[in-house]
């Protein structure tokens, strides 16, 4: 099978670039002719002029669609699956694909289709403003980037496409990577007899190593991403060792509100095997995120080294984790039960362990490469049929 994948690629790597890779080489594993059209904002948006094309070219990219073009000339696909697509390549490409008749999966990351930061989260809270009231909705608050500019550009680019029924005419599935996140999206307006769950591939890191020591977080350093809850529950949690991975905007704050933290430490942002090293190198996990995420890619990463997991209640990261068996669940936003949970596991190693032991197994039997592989060929095979 000759599979295309698009994606746009973020100036700061994250969770979503690393799940396209991981998918490109699991299908050429599997033996598919797999090519892959990337295109990064970090090398094409530069300076004012490369902002201002970029958003002019948000809602329709008619560079992007000749080169798109000239590419399947070279490489006719038999189906094409898009990751990101905001804002360089554009809902052009989805046009593009269709006119050749090339069946489309849309994979959705996060909640861009509905809300002006992806995120649905607004001043740290959940938000559904632009779901129950459309994206113009965002303009209000500046949502994208903190900007009423920007956001406008958002706004423009997803109403145009509703309006032009370019979800309903130019995608053949949706795949959501969580039941939580096809909810959210089918409640937003994407159709449910096309919208389907399938998980991001997550690499298996190998056989697990015995437990280590006090516990771990990784993820990007933002303020959705809810490290500063965490910080104020290991203030009671005296001198437990505390490994923080990852960059991002809030970081310095966070290095300064840990300073007078005993055994609190910060890596930064590393590549994916050194931070796998540090999940590794501790007992347990934690995802204290506050955001309406997707996908619990690192909840799973952590269950892959046989970790267990510390995550918020009724959230995608909560997904593949049964509370007492695999990890614990904290309520959202709550300092308390997020350190009520922490302590759970620093008292008992021996439960942390067990419960790292049968994550592990979790793991193998539902979220492996093999699986989500042979999930993925027969989501294909259904279109192409």
């Keep these: 099978m000759r599979i295309a994948i698009f994606h746009n690629r973020y100036r700061l790597r994250g969770g979503e670039d690393e799940a396209v890779d991981?998918?490109?080489?699991?299908?050429?594993?599997?033996?598919?002719?797999?090519?892959?059209?990337?295109?990064d904002n970090g090398e094409e948006i530069r300076g004012v002029g490369g902002a201002l094309r970029a958003a002019r070219r948000a809602r329709w990219n008619p560079t992007m669609s000749i080169r798109i073009a000239q590419w399947l000339d070279g490489f006719p696909a038999d189906v094409a699956h898009v990751h990101n697509f905001f804002p360089l390549l554009s809902p052009s490409l989805h046009h593009a694909l269709a006119a050749r008749g090339v069946p489309v999966v849309q994979?959705?990351?996060?909640?861009?289709?509905?809300?002006?930061?992806?995120?649905?989260?607004?001043?740290?809270?959940?938000?559904?403003?632009?779901?129950?009231?459309g994206p113009w909705r965002a303009l209000r608050y500046g949502c994208y980037r903190g900007s009423r500019a920007q956001t406008a550009v958002w706004a423009d680019a997803t109403a145009y496409h509703r309006r032009r029924g370019t979800w309903r005419d130019c995608v053949d599935r949706f795949v959501a990577p969580s039941e939580t996140a096809r909810r959210v999206l089918v409640e937003g307006g994407l159709p449910a007899d096309r919208t389907r769950v399938l998980p991001n591939p997550v690499p298996d890191p190998g056989p697990p190593l015995p437990p280590g020591d006090g516990a771990v977080v990784v993820g990007r350093l933002a303020a959705e991403k809810g490290v500063d809850l965490l910080l104020d529950a290991w203030q009671t949690l005296g001198g437990v060792r505390l490994t923080i991975v990852g960059a991002g905007p809030e970081e310095a704050r966070l290095r300064e509100r840990a300073r007078r933290l005993p055994n609190v430490r910060f890596l930064g942002g590393v590549s994916r095997d050194r931070a796998l090293d540090a999940v590794a190198a501790a007992s347990f996990a934690i995802v204290p995120s506050r955001a309406v995420e997707v996908f619990g890619m690192t909840t799973l990463e952590a269950m892959a080294c046989g970790r267990p997991v510390v995550v918020p209640r009724g959230s995608a990261m909560?997904?593949?984790?049964?509370?007492?068996?695999?990890?614990?669940?904290?309520?959202?936003?709550?300092?308390?039960?997020?350190?009520?949970?922490s302590r759970a596991l620093v008292e008992d190693p021996e439960?942390?362990?067990?419960?790292?032991?049968?994550?592990?197994?979790?793991?193998?039997?539902h979220y492996a490469a093999d699986a989500v592989c042979a999930a993925l060929e027969t989501l294909y095979a259904s279109l192409l049929r």
């Design 22 to 39: 991981a998918q490109v080489e699991l299908l050429a594993k599997a033996g598919h002719e797999v090519r892959l059209f990337a295109v």
């Design 107 to 133: 994979t959705l990351h996060n909640y861009r289709l509905l809300c002006g930061n992806s995120l649905l989260l607004r001043d740290h809270r959940p938000c559904r403003e632009c779901v129950d009231h």
């Design 351 to 365: 439960l942390a362990a067990l419960m790292g032991e049968e994550a592990r197994r979790v793991y193998e039997d």
């Design 318 to 341: 909560a997904e593949p984790v049964e509370s007492g068996r695999t990890g614990l669940v904290f309520e959202p936003g709550d300092v308390t039960s997020l350190a009520e949970a």
